[in-house]
């Protein structure tokens, strides 16, 4: 059996050459607000750095810009949340299932904490349960992390209902952390808003969205054979969706229901990313990371 973490790092590795990597663990490290940090090193400036991080004076010395690097005094907390119900066996805009672009996403970041010297721990479920894995550090750990992700998302799982996870997470995980949140598009809703703010006022919260597939296009695109509805197994009747009128009120309907999203994540001072595909989400995490940033 394949290591889940493995592919993780194989897909890091292809994308970021040595600069791009810098890049990445820079955004990442900047979202501690605040951690306590001792000097580490020095390194090259690249574009999305901090200019209040060039050390002049070295600079000058050296020719060209350089940064100082620092490294935390004490471990940092990341809290990986997931849905694993059935809306996540659901596939993509890619075509890939939604757990696959999940597990790639959780993979990462939980490397990024990893490389970092944070500690991991994972909140996941369904309607039916909520599971958690106390956060640790190690490679063994994070490839635990995933394999229970893999292993309890399924077309035989529970309905989605990720507002229980993060509830759970309100009511049971103390101190300051790191939510990462991955999730399918979620329907905007009181409660889920609510739960958003509590969590806001104690927690750093980095959102990601995995785009549903396309089901219908306007004017009258034919959508893949054999969809059906992950909730209930209705099949989607390709004649009808193949209808220009009902494809736009469709394309309507979805844009609706992202702006409600969007409104309620923004409101609770959430910042949210979205990915189609396991091939974008080193991009979409450090445009996630670059605006969180810019949002403090």
Request: net charge positive; aromatic share 4%.
């Amino acid at each position: 059996m394949s290591s889940l973490l493995h592919r993780v790092k194989s897909k890091m590795a292809i994308f970021a050459h040595r600069k791009a990597r810098g890049m990445l663990d820079g955004e990442y490290g900047s979202v501690f607000r605040g951690r306590s940090l001792d000097f580490d090193d020095l390194r090259a400036y690249v574009a999305g750095d901090e200019v209040r991080d060039i050390d002049w004076k070295a600079t000058a010395r050296h020719g060209s810009p350089l940064i100082r690097r620092y490294v935390a005094v004490r471990r940092q907390t990341v809290i990986l949340v997931t849905d694993t119900g059935r809306n996540m066996a659901a596939v993509s805009r890619s075509g890939e299932t939604k757990k696959d672009i999940a597990i790639m996403a959780l993979g990462v970041t939980g490397y990024l904490a990893h490389r970092h010297g944070d500690v991991v721990g994972l909140v996941s479920g369904d309607a039916a349960a909520t599971h958690t894995i106390p956060a640790k550090s190690g490679e063994a750990h994070l490839e635990r992390l995933l394999r229970h992700v893999d292993g309890h998302t399924g077309l035989d799982s529970a309905a989605s209902r990720l507002e229980d996870q993060l509830d759970h997470v309100a009511r049971t995980v103390k101190g300051r952390n790191l939510l990462f949140v991955v999730a399918d598009e979620v329907p905007a809703s009181s409660a889920m808003g609510q739960v958003l703010r509590r969590l806001r006022a104690q927690h750093e919260i980095l959102w990601l969205t995995i785009r549903d597939a396309e089901l219908a296009t306007a004017g009258g695109g034919q959508p893949g054979a054999g969809y059906f509805s992950v909730a209930d197994s209705t099949v989607l009747p390709p004649d009808l969706a193949s209808d220009a009128s009902v494809a736009a009120a469709y394309a309507d309907a979805a844009a609706g229901r992202d702006h409600a999203r969007r409104a309620m994540l923004r409101q609770a001072g959430v910042t949210e990313g979205t990915v189609d595909s396991s091939q974008d989400v080193i991009t979409a995490l450090f445009t996630l990371l670059e605006r969180h940033r810019r949002a403090g």
